[in-house]
């Protein structure tokens, strides 16, 4: 099984990114926000898409894997203790875990997948917590990708 890579792209630009999931042979983008739109130009939902597309890199939004709402009030304000309650509460809920269960069959079928949101760091991120309930379920090892900065 390929490992799962993970990419966020805070204080990246679109290229930057895009160079760092060819490098690792990424061949499917799973984006984990709850919502795909971006101030970042080429962050938005259509325009990454369709520039992975151009790269041959498939692109798909779980969105019950985002961060809900009042998460990511909470992380705006500085509260990461609130934070992980919130999104520890919302993974176990029905549709994040249809969604969950999505994402570990597409890893089990040797996909090169990277997950993608914001955050640049994976351990400030709720992409950690999803790759912790996806260990709980594979044995995929897991690799931080950090695009270059601006």
Not at 14 to 19: E, G, Y
Not at 26 to 41: G, I, M, N
Not at 44 to 67: C, M, N, P, V
Not at 79 to 102: S, T
Request: positive net charge.
């Amino acid at each position: 099984m390929p490992p799962l890579f993970t990419i966020g792209y805070e204080q990246a630009k679109p290229a930057a990114v895009l160079r760092e999931l060819k490098r690792a042979k990424v061949k499917l983008v799973v984006d984990t926000r709850a919502v795909a739109a971006s101030r970042r130009p080429g962050f938005s939902k259509r325009q990454l898409a369709a520039t992975l597309d151009e790269a041959g890199i498939g692109y798909i939004h779980l969105q019950k894997l985002g961060t809900p709402a009042e998460g990511r009030q909470a992380a705006r304000g500085g509260d990461l203790d609130a934070l992980w309650r919130i999104y520890d509460k919302h993974i176990k809920m029905p549709e994040a875990q249809a969604a969950l269960a999505e994402l570990i069959a597409l890893i089990k079928s040797g996909k090169r997948i990277a997950l993608l949101c914001y955050c640049r760091d994976p351990k400030a991120c709720h992409r950690d917590r999803i790759v912790t309930n996806v260990k709980k379920r594979t044995r995929v090892k897991v690799e931080d990708l950090i695009p270059a900065l601006f």
